[in-house]
């Protein structure tokens, strides 16, 4: 079933209130929500005193119009008498100071008292919502994050060192902490990477960085087995932060759970900029798809401006319909919008809801009740519907860490790099995949592996498999400089993805801000009459059995090759040896979709989005207009459209306009 809904908040209004707040939802055509993931201080006024029958009211009142509940673990805002005389519960930021009280999120996780008040709430909820009829399933906490460098936290991340390299000698050969003196001879020597002891060892570092990203994984881990025991009919998810977010290795994260839920901000108020990037978006959700290789809910879908202490620029028009497909378009199965009704106090008074600070249903929640009426035609064809892309984007979360500790470039930033590649396929109405660089890559024939920066035996053996098979493989620029440990490796770069790639890097030059190279293309499909720059960081390559694509045009190494093609196996690697910037991707793309022969979806104008999900061997095909002009699209076949109303359902075929902030959710007929 599609669910289709609202996260509430009914301890933040009168209960008078509540009635009328299910009856607007199920106006709406909600049939979820998600309620009590901040409410800890209601659910247990008292260390151990545990109250739950204003929620029971409150459920039984959206159940009686017909809601399905989540429920949040409220672990991510614990009350003040938890926190008050017990300084240690607080997280030590990377500065070495303790947060304060005021916010949320303040808490270390691997505090063993925090986890006994978690095991308490946790288990007094399960037991109490265990077999309630209308409790569907569960949110652990809410957005996990940021890293804590606190005592109890040092002494964790020696023992997890410990296990991971089972001798000192070993941990101190791994990181050459023969390097400034560094060597350790005792486990508690080992510090946390605070910023008061300067640039660290980045093999510290990194380790640090996955210890604590598996300190949450375990946190979480603690409260799945409390549901597991006692709602075994429940799913289990939590809500991701999407592309953006990099404290956490998302792909452990997502491992036990049920399924990933995330949240989707297209407008945020720390982001002022007047025109949204609808590739942002999509890049996002085929990462959450991506975690776990599935389907996905959206857990807060934008409902109005976003706004803390800044108030956002508001979503217009159709907007916020438009934005709740395009997740649908990139794999989602529910939707529910963050919030309800706008909150008149705390620190989210500008974050805006379906409904005014008043209650009064605004211009947002008239849009989203059509497309609630949308949802009830069209969502049972959608459910479940899966997005299969022939190109995949390898997404590192070591690599991610490791550019955090070291950048390399002030100008490179590994997201940014990845969202550049990514939006020359989008833009060309081509769908990608995200995977994790040890994923099965059988099913693609485009392999796109940005700044792999750390490659282990496995992912090069994997990365090899694809190509032998006959994949396409693109490599950039600091791919395969670190081993697992974060040091250099002993061998001429892409290291153990040298032989196949077919190329060595001679020589690498870091560019100032300013500094740029030509790039002259040898291939005469390439030529194009304004060939892109390049920028960033230069990899001089030593062909070694490939061919060379683009050479330099400037400066001591003009004429040495910048891009290269190996043939490999049946298949092919292309290394570009420039970060450069988005052109040159948007030159590329068309050639290297050519060699994999991959084609795109349908001939659409730039701005408008083209996606596909796959009901068996039916075909939804989802055409998102992010324009302010409509837009023609010619489609390849006869489709009916499954938002209209029965009037509406003859086939269509051949040219279709699309109007502005709008939407075709089509099947092939
Ligand atoms: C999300 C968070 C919500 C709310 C929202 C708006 O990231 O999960 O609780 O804070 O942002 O700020």
């Excluded at 006692?230 to 999407?242: D, L, Q, S, V």
């Excluded at 489709?639 to 359902?649: E, F, I, P």
Aim: glycine share 8%; hydrophobic share 40%.
């Amino acid at each position: 079933m599609f669910y289709f809904g609202v996260d509430y908040y009914p301890e933040q209004w009168p209960e008078e209130r509540w009635p009328e707040d299910a009856r607007l939802m199920a106006g709406a055509g909600f049939n979820v929500v998600r309620l009590a993931e901040f409410a800890w201080a209601r659910l247990e006024p008292q260390a151990g005193r545990y109250d739950f029958d204003w929620l029971d009211r409150a459920i039984a009142i959206l159940a009686g119009q017909g809601m399905r509940v989540v429920l949040g673990t409220p672990t991510a805002s614990p009350p003040p008498w938890l926190m008050t005389g017990q300084p240690e519960l607080f997280r030590v930021r990377e500065d070495g100071r303790r947060v304060t009280y005021g916010n949320r999120r303040e808490y270390c996780p691997n505090h063993p008292l925090y986890h006994d008040y978690t095991r308490g709430i946790v288990t007094s909820m399960a037991t109490h919502y265990g077999a309630h009829p209308a409790v569907i399933g569960w949110q652990i906490d809410n957005e996990f994050g940021d890293r804590c460098y606190c005592p109890v936290c040092a002494h964790a991340f020696q023992q997890w060192l410990r296990s991971r390299y089972q001798s000192l000698d070993e941990l101190n050969q791994q990181w050459g902490t023969m390097f400034w003196s560094h060597r350790y001879g005792d486990w508690a020597e080992i510090p946390v990477p605070l910023t008061t002891g300067g640039s660290p060892n980045p093999g510290l570092a990194l380790d640090f960085y996955r210890f604590v990203s598996d300190s949450y994984v375990a946190y979480q881990q603690m409260q799945i087995d409390i549901l597991r025991r006692h709602c075994p009919g429940h799913f289990i998810t939590h809500n991701f932060m999407g592309f953006k977010y990099d404290r956490l290795n998302y792909y452990d994260l997502a491992r036990n759970l049920d399924l990933v839920a995330w949240d989707n901000y297209q407008r945020m108020q720390w982001q002022m900029q007047a025109e949204v990037d609808p590739s942002q978006g999509a890049l996002a959700a085929d990462t959450m798809r991506g975690l776990k290789r599935q389907n996905f809910w959206v857990m807060e879908q934008q409902a109005g401006p976003g706004g803390w202490e800044i108030v956002s620029v508001p979503p217009r028009p159709g907007e916020l319909r438009l934005w709740a497909y395009q997740s649908i378009a990139h794999g989602a199965d529910a939707i529910l919008f963050f919030r309800w009704r706008t909150a008149r106090f705390g620190t989210e008074q500008y974050w805006h809801g379906l409904l005014d600070h008043d209650g009064r249903p605004s211009r947002r929640y008239e849009e989203i009740k059509r497309m609630g009426a949308e949802i009830k035609r069209a969502g049972g064809h959608i459910y479940g519907a899966t997005v299969r892309p022939a190109v995949a984007l390898l997404l590192s979360y070591d690599a991610r860490f490791a550019f955090q500790i070291q950048q390399n470039n002030p100008q490179f930033y590994y997201p940014d790099h990845l969202h550049q590649l990514y939006r020359a396929f989008y833009q060309r109405h081509v769908p990608l995949d995200v995977a994790a660089p040890a994923a099965d890559l059988s099913a693609y024939r485009l392999v796109l592996a940005p700044a792999l920066h750390l490659v282990s035996e496995t992912v090069a053996d994997n990365l090899s498999r694809f190509v032998q098979a006959g994949g396409v493989l693109v490599l950039t620029s600091r791919s395969g400089v670190k081993d697992e440990a974060n040091a250099v490796v002993n061998r001429p770069l892409p290291g153990l993805l040298a032989e196949l790639s077919g190329v060595e890097v001679d020589e690498y030059v870091s560019l100032a801000a300013e500094s740029r190279n030509g790039l002259e293309f040898l291939l005469p499909e390439l030529a194009t009459a304004h060939p892109p720059e390049a920028t960033i960081w230069c990899d001089v390559l030593k062909p070694n059995g490939a061919t060379v694509v683009a050479r330099y045009t400037r400066d001591y190494y003009a004429g040495k090759p910048a891009i290269t093609l190996n043939q490999f196996g049946q298949g092919k690697v292309v290394y570009i040896g420039t970060l450069g910037n988005g052109p040159i991707y948007e030159t590329l793309a068309g050639w290297l979709l050519s060699l994999a022969g991959v084609r795109r979806l349908l001939a659409a104008a730039a701005g408008v989005e083209v996606t596909e999900r796959w009901q068996g061997e039916r075909r939804l095909l989802f055409v998102l207009n992010h324009g302010e002009r409509e837009q023609e699209v010619t489609l390849d076949s006869r489709y009916v459209s499954l938002l209209d109303d029965a009037a509406g359902t003859a086939p269509v075929e051949g040219t279709v306009t699309v109007p502005p902030r709008d939407v075709l959710v089509l099947e092939r007929v």
